[in-house]
């Protein structure tokens, strides 16, 4: 269960960069489309549609991460910290749906995400190193 934990960590982390790459695709695809054209709200969305599947994948990894640190018995601290995560994974989903009708909630979606990137490198970090790098050698009393 601790190596699933690991390699869960690591999908997160790397989801949620490409999540926040194919974010930037939708905002500037809007912009290439505008350009040319009168732009319906449905051709915007379409930018978007992968970042909203993928948005929904990511929250599935985030509740099996919770469900192995509960399963697997890894301890209060992973737990904590996956159902953390969780916690700020369904607050995304909410201001993602929420904020296209409430454009001023977008801010608390973007910055959100910036605490879902920090949240899941911390995380991963931990769970790849915590109890696996080498102990350090005593001072010498010198
Ligand atoms: C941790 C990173 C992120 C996650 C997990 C995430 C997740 C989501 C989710 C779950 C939705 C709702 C999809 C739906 O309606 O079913 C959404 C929508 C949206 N997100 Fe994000 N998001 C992230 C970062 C960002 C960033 C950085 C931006 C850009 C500022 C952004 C812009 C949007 C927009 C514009 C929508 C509305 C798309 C639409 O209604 O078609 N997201 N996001």
Same mark, same amino acid.
């Given at each position: ?6 390699? &869960?960590?690591?999908? &997160?982390? #790397? ?10 695709? $939708? #905002?500037? =695809? +809007?912009? *290439? ?9 449905? +051709?915007? =969305?379409?930018?978007? /549609? #992968? *970042?909203?599947?993928?948005? @929904?994948?990511? &929250? ?14 890894? !301890?209060?601290? /992973?737990?904590?910290?996956? !159902?953390?995560?969780? &916690? ?17 909630? $977008?801010?608390? *979606?973007?910055? /959100?995400?910036? +605490?879902?990137?920090? %949240? ?6 931990? %769970?790849?190193?915590? @109890?696996?790098?080498?102990?350090? %050698?005593? %001072?010498?009393? +010198?």
């Amino acid at each position: 269960m601790a190596t699933a934990y690991r390699w &869960l960590s690591s999908l &997160l982390f #790397a989801a949620i960069v490409v999540q926040v790459g194919i974010a930037g695709y $939708g #905002a500037f =695809e +809007a912009i *290439h489309k505008a350009d040319k054209a009168a732009v319906s709200k449905k +051709a915007i =969305e379409d930018g978007f /549609n #992968a *970042h909203a599947a993928l948005g @929904g994948l990511i &929250l599935v990894v985030m509740l099996a991460l919770l469900v192995v640190a509960v399963a697997g018995r890894l !301890g209060p601290v /992973n737990v904590r910290w996956a !159902g953390g995560i969780v &916690l700020l994974g369904i607050l995304q989903y909410i201001l993602g749906v929420t904020s296209t009708s409430v454009p001023v909630l $977008g801010v608390l *979606h973007g910055v /959100n995400a910036l +605490a879902l990137y920090a %949240a899941s490198a911390l995380l991963a970090h931990r %769970a790849w190193t915590t @109890g696996r790098l080498p102990q350090q %050698a005593p %001072a010498s009393g +010198a």
